[in-house]
C-alpha cells in the first residue's frame, strides 16, 4: 500500500516536530491535538524552523512553501485519522491517556493501517493490547529535535508483524531516519541510558556536589555528550522525563527512583524550554540565560 496520508496526535515537542519531518517529505500531514493553543503555537515554532532552515541553505524556499501546503490541524481526533494511511501517537507519557487515544485512534483508523507509538518508555506489546490490531501497532521512537537527529528506535511488541516493521522503515526512510530495531524491554535502549544519566544529575544538583553549569560542562567535555544532561533534561520535558522514570522506577526497580529535586521542580511548573524555565532560565525569547 501506498502511504501518502500520515497523522500525528499531540502537537507538543515532539509531534510538532514529526509532523514537521513528515511534511518536508512530502506526506499529507495532519497534526491533531486537544489545544488550539498548542496547534498555533506548533505552526508558529514550525514557520521558525522553516525559516531558518531557509536561511541556512538547508531547504529550498519552494520546500519550505510546501512544507505548509502538506500540513494540516485539527482538534477532531475522530474525523482527522478516519481517511488517513498510517497514525504516529504523540500524547504526554502517560497510560491511561495513551489507552484512551489509542481506543480511539483504532475505533475510527481504518482497520488495515498501522498505529505507531512515539513513546518513550511504555510496552509496545499494552499499547498494542488497547487496540483491535496489535500486529499492527509497534513503537517509533523519534528524537528530539526530531529534524536534527537522525534515529528512530523501533520496538517490536509481542503481535508485532513484519509487515507492520517494514512499512515504519519505509516511513522513517522517506522522512531522512536511520532506524535501529529493538526488543522489547521498559525503556528500550535510549530511553533506559538517558533517564538514568538524567536522574543521576539531577540527585548530583540536589547533593550540592557541583551547579548545575558544571554538571553539564564536565559532562559535555570529559565524557564528550554532545549536550549535559541538565540541559538535556529542560528540552526534554522535565515532566516527560519524570513520566519515563517513574515508569522505569514501576518496571525495573530501585535505581530508577526519580530524584525529588526533580519531583519539586516539575511540582512548582519548571518544566524545561516549553514553560520558559526549568533547570536554567529560558524567558529571555528561548534564549538560555546562565545564571
Ligand atoms: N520530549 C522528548 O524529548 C521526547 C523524546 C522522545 C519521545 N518522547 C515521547 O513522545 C510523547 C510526547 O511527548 P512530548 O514531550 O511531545 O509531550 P508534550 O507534553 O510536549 O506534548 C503532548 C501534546 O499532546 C497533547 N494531548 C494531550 N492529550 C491529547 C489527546 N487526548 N489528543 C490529542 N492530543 C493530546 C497535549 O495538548 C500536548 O500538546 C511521549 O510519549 C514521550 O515520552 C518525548
Redesign the pocket.
Known amino acids: 500500500m501506498t502511504i501518502n496520508k500520515i497523522t500525528v ?7 510538532r516536530g514529526i509532523a514537521y519531518v513528515s511534511a518536508l517529505a512530502g506526506f499529507h500531514t495532519t497534526l ?4 488550539q493553543e ?1 496547534l498555533k503555537s506548533a505552526l508558529t515554532e514550525l514557520k521558525g524552523l522553516a525559516d531558518k532552515a531557509v536561511a541556512r541553505n538547508k531547504i529550498t524556499e519552494d520546500a519550505a512553501v510546501a512544507i505548509f501546503h502538506q500540513l494540516h490541524t485539527s482538534i477532531e ?1 475522530e474525523a482527522a485519522v478516519q481517511a488517513t494511511d498510517f497514525v504516529i501517537e ?4 502517560k497510560r491511561d ?2 489507552k ?2 489509542l481506543e480511539t485512534i483504532d475505533t475510527h483508523a481504518p482497520s488495515h493501517i498501522v498505529i505507531a ?6 510496552s509496545p506489546t499494552e499499547l498494542g493490547s488497547y487496540t483491535k490490531r496489535p500486529d499492527q501497532v509497534a513503537a517509533m ?4 529535535p526530531v529534524h536534527r537527529m537522525q534515529l528512530v528506535e523501533i520496538v517490536k511488541g509481542l503481535e508485532t508483524g513484519e509487515e507492520t516493521v517494514k512499512t515504519i522503515k519505509e516511513i522513517a526512510g522517506r522522512m531522512g531516519k536511520e532506524t535501529v530495531e529493538v526488543k522489547e524491554f521498559p525503556g528500550f535502549v535510549t ?1 533506559r541510558i538517558s533517564a538514568m544519566v538524567g536522574n543521576e544529575a539531577f540527585y548530583m544538583l540536589q547533593e550540592g556536589i557541583a551547579s548545575a553549569e558544571d554538571i553539564d560542562k564536565a559532562i559535555k567535555l570529559g565524557l564528550n555528550y554532545p549536550m549535559g544532561p541538565l540541559e538535556l533534561g529542560d ?3 522535565l ?2 522525563r519524570l ?2 522514570l517513574k515508569y522505569l522506577h514501576e518496571t525495573l526497580g530501585e535505581k530508577f527512583r526519580p530524584a525529588p529535586l526533580l519531583e519539586q521542580y516539575v511540582k512548582a511548573g519548571r518544566l524545561g524550554r ?1 514553560t520558559g524555565r526549568g533547570v536554567y532560565d529560558y524567558s529571555n525569547d528561548g534564549e538560555l540565560i546562565k545564571k
Open positions: 496526535v499531540g502537537a507538543g515537542v515532539m509531534g491533531v491535538d486537544v489545544s498548542q481526533l504523540a500524547v504526554p507519557e491517556l495513551k484512551h487515544v507509538s512515539n513513546t518513550s518508555t511504555i521512537h523519534f528524537f528530539n530511553s528540552l526534554v520535558g515532566d516527560t513520566n519515563n516549553k
